[in-house]
């Protein structure tokens, strides 16, 4: 079920996604009055699930979910339509347009995308807010996770600053260590301040393990509620109680149980609780699994929880500000490419990043964020993407010379090859880490 609802989460935002990036080519296209003769979601080689036409266009929606496309009279795209390109041109034509009007028309996908992102980011913050945990509220420091403990932090580190900058919102922390190849990390470790030097090509190793959170916030053992027959409730054990210690030893944080438990596997222990201000012992006949069958207190009750609200008026400038910090993220990460390829994931990887149960505000957060993946992806100068119609057309505008017609045919050609290319290797890399 986890699985479906990933998949129907993924191929909602991508069909959203295309529709309105085929919608910005088409709008302009018809604003210049150049006729479009298709207009698809996903491709329909040999045959569509469904069609219908409406005055000069035809609509449908094919059986290949890996986009979709405008088919623009006059125009060498992925149809490959030599017969028309042989055909003297036609005032509707996108050959017997202006070079500035053609920019617009292949600029039209890239910037619905960038205005959606805007608009959903916008639409997000009024709905619902913005909250986060503020890096002073992680009280208790970090937990940190293998990729952690190879850079240099350790369990209870409390973090102070990245390469001495203050990061706000905690988990943007792994993020900020990521994107601008930081050096340092100021820590506070056993009351002492302590930097970290982050190792050269740490972050290429972090990007091969796809550790994007190799660090969280480090909790006391606090009860939230308890599964059925739980070991822990039959034991006396009560929402509110506070573990603190094992078999005479003090533990009192939630990550250090995992590997203590494991050893008692239907085992009984002592386990030391406060409850208010008592001290109270239990002794609790562990299940097959370790476990005492407790769930944890949500972390509103740990930490103080930063909420912000926002009005539909500073709604706006929020969401232009959160667009342009995704879009710089975003380059970032480009550049990181040629450093960590074997992380480059196809879309199992992006359907992984979506929650296993729906959530409206993750579903619209990583729309946007995959809208601006888009567009920027699209306006790379590579032929058989936007980018590279573009990269044509300037070249044309700046030396008033258009390349020949089987010049751009050719081209078109080397464009789809190696976006193919790209697409098996990055879904043979998901593929690959399947079966790690």
């Known amino acids: 079920m986890e699985i479906l609802i990933k998949a129907a989460q993924l191929i909602l935002s991508l069909s959203i996604l295309v529709i309105f990036h085929e919608f910005g080519h088409f709008i302009a296209a018809k604003i210049f009055k150049t006729r ?32 979709g496309y405008v088919k623009i009279s006059g125009m060498i795209d992925e149809s490959m339509d030599k017969e028309q390109m042989n055909q003297p041109a036609q005032p509707y034509e996108f050959r017997s347009k ?46 940190a996770d293998t990729m952690a403990e190879q850079m240099g932090l350790r369990d209870g580190d409390k973090i102070l600053t990245v390469d001495n900058e203050y990061v706000e919102d905690f988990y943007k922390i792994p993020g900020k260590i990521i994107l601008d190849n930081a050096k340092t990390v100021q820590v506070e470790r056993d009351g002492q301040p302590y930097t970290v030097n982050i190792p050269d090509g740490y972050i290429e190793k972090l990007l091969k393990h796809q550790s994007a959170r190799f660090i969280d916030p480090r909790i006391p053992f606090i009860i939230g509620e308890f599964a059925k027959d739980a070991p822990g409730a039959v034991a006396g054990l009560k929402p509110g ?64 929880i930063r909420q912000h609200h926002y009005s539909l008026i500073t709604a706006i400038p929020a969401g232009l500000k959160r667009t342009w910090t995704q879009v710089g993220n975003y380059m970032k990460q480009l550049r990181l490419l040629p450093k960590a390829y074997e992380s480059v994931g196809g879309f199992i990887s992006i359907g992984k990043i979506f929650p296993a149960t729906w959530d409206w505000i993750s579903f619209w957060s990583l729309t946007a964020f995959l809208s601006i993946m888009l567009g920027i992806l699209n306006v790379l100068p590579i032929p058989a993407l936007d980018g590279g119609h573009v990269l044509f057309l300037l070249y044309e505008m700046i030396t008033g010379r258009k390349p020949s017609d089987k010049f751009l045919e050719y081209a078109q050609i080397v464009g789809m090859v190696l976006l193919f290319g790209l697409l098996i290797f990055a879904n043979g890399n998901d593929i690959i880490r399947l079966f790690r």
Do not use: C
Not at 40 to 67: A, D
Not at 108 to 125: D, H, K, Q
């Open 98 to 143: 202006p070079s500035w009007q053609r920019l617009i028309i292949m600029l039209g996908g890239v910037t619905v995308n960038i205005l959606l992102a805007i608009a959903i980011y916008i639409g997000i913050l009024w709905a619902w807010g913005e909250q986060y945990l503020p890096t002073s509220e992680v009280k208790y420091g970090i937990v």
């Open 241 to 304: 109680d506070r573990v603190i210690g094992i078999n005479d030893s003090l533990l009192p944080y939630f990550d250090q149980y995992a590997s203590v438990l494991d050893k008692h596997i239907n085992k009984e222990v002592s386990l030391t609780a406060l409850r208010g201000n008592d001290t109270l012992n239990f002794n609790v006949k562990l299940d097959e699994k370790g476990k005492i069958g407790a769930f944890l207190v949500d972390p509103s009750e740990i930490f103080t």
């Open 36 to 67: 479009v003769e298709k207009f698809y979601l996903f491709f329909n080689p040999w045959f569509s699930l469904f069609k219908f036409k409406v005055g000069e266009t035809e609509y449908g929606m094919g059986w290949l979910p890996l986009g």
